[in-house]
């Protein structure tokens, strides 16, 4: 049998069982997870006041390529957004008018990620994925408000596929998060030696991260962690022991790095990868307090909600998997090195790659006088803005354009605006990041931004 016909003969086996329905239970779960994590992200924003800090104080606002258009809302509707982008995330999580929830969770909480480019985070950009996932997934069927309302849309089982394309998004994010960091200075321990000698003032453990071998453990561990997770999950044998490792993986790294729900949200999407009667078997052991098996043929046929098997739906699946296989691997188009130029960084699932120090300065110069005024990015922007500013090539275009504007409106002249900027990439001498001959503020496209960018140069030290 040649290699075509295997693969056929594989994928005809595979498919039909994406419609075999499986228990709702593990589903369930994850919905009522990923409600109560969204609801503590927002109480998260409202309680320290993030809103007024990060949206509102900031005159200006980095965007994402092709969403300038995307607008700031007003302070006190800001704040109104936040409330109800709460109020869905319980809707969510007790399944009250699910469909129209997770819609508007989904454009809502979209639309704040899109608003500042300056506050990108992966596990950020993951929510904006998995809400709009679950608008198509009916986890209302069971264990909701709409069941108490609707019963006759309550359904013990729901078809396989919507349980793998979970399984599969969670993937992509740890398998895609190993394999970024299959290069050198990710496994010669360069930036894991930044953050863990920032945190060497911590007792007992503290004194040990400033030991060469233990960087290198941490940096080979976390990427030999993400590379075979999703499939040590796969198999019964090692899943609970994986599952167990990723819980410690993910509460150590919320300890020591600090990186919000993205902990949270991991495991309860790492949960998935169990049997999906899981919770309700945990259920029954806790309740009767011996394990028991939930049969399949406990409940009627008419009780296993049918999943449509039409050619659109197929395509739209089709589509977005090849996305999300293809969407983190576009830096290789890019000429340069990505952990430097920044060129397909984001929506990449490249996590904790570098460390980036850098000095910079934009100048403003007369374009008949040659008069130049120095121009300092804290003046104008907050400090997380200023942070992520000073890496980012797209970003320092449009505050370059800004401070063009600011001349034009304030002044009454057409400056010119360059910048000069020096980067430090994973503890190494800072180094000329770009070029500053060029008048930034009069940049039109985004191939103008390989010319802003110095190649990365080795230094024969290092």
């Known amino acids: 049998m040649n290699l075509s016909a295997m693969l056929s003969q594989k994928m005809g086996a595979v498919i039909p069982r994406l419609y075999q329905p499986v228990d709702i239970a593990s589903l369930v779960f994850f919905r009522i997870a990923f409600g109560l994590i969204m609801f503590w992200e927002v109480c998260r924003y409202l309680y320290l006041d993030w809103i007024g800090e990060l949206y509102i104080r900031p005159d200006f606002h980095f965007k994402y390529p092709g969403f300038n258009w995307v607008s700031m809302l007003p302070g006190e509707w800001l704040y109104l957004h936040f409330y109800l ?131 290198i453990f941490y940096s080979w561990s976390g990427m030999i962690f993400d590379i075979f997770l999703p499939f040590a999950l796969l198999f019964k044998k090692f899943r609970l022991t994986a599952f167990f490792c990723a819980v410690l993986f993910h509460m150590h790294n919320q300890f020591f790095f600090k990186i919000g729900i993205f902990p949270m949200l991991a495991i309860a999407m790492t949960s998935l990868f169990f049997e999906p009667s899981f919770p309700r078997e945990l259920f029954h052991k806790i309740k009767s307090g011996k394990l028991e098996k939930v049969e399949r043929n406990n409940f009627t046929e008419k009780n296993i909600l049918q999943f449509p098997k039409n050619q659109l739906i197929k395509w739209f699946i089709g589509i977005y998997i090849l996305w999300q296989l293809l969407m983190p691997l576009r830096h290789w188009i890019y000429p340069g090195w990505v952990n430097w130029n920044e060129a397909g960084h984001r929506f990449s699932w490249r996590m904790m790659l570098r460390e980036k120090t850098a000095r910079m300065t934009y100048f403003v110069t007369h374009p008949d006088t040659g008069e130049t005024r120095h121009a300092y990015p804290s003046d104008y922007l907050i400090y997380a803005q200023v942070k992520t500013l000073q890496y980012k090539p797209d970003m320092m275009v449009q505050f370059g354009k800004y401070l063009r504007q600011l001349v034009k409106i304030n002044s009454g002249f057409d400056p010119i605006v360059k910048v000069a900027v020096e980067v430090s990439l994973n503890g190494r001498a800072f180094k000329p990041y770009t070029n500053p001959n060029l008048d930034i503020g009069k940049f039109t496209s985004g191939n103008e931004l390989e010319k802003l960018i110095l190649p990365f140069k080795k230094l024969k030290t290092e």
């Open 85 to 215: 982008l709460g109020i869905l995330s319980l809707m969510i999580a007790i399944g009250l008018f699910y469909r129209l929830a997770t819609i508007l969770f989904f454009l809502g909480f979209t639309y704040l990620f899109l608003i500042e480019s300056a506050f990108y985070l992966n596990h950020l950009y993951l929510v904006c994925l998995v809400s709009f996932l679950i608008i198509w997934i009916p986890l209302h069927r069971n264990y909701s408000l709409d069941v108490l309302l609707l019963p006759k849309i309550k359904s013990y089982f729901l078809p396989s596929y919507y349980l793998w394309i979970l399984r599969f998004q969670i993937g992509i994010v740890y398998f895609y998060g190993g394999i970024a960091k299959i290069e050198i200075d990710w496994l010669m321990g360069k930036p894991m030696n930044v953050w863990l000698n920032d945190r060497a003032y911590l007792p007992i453990v503290g004194p040990y991260f400033k030991e060469p071998l233990v960087t």
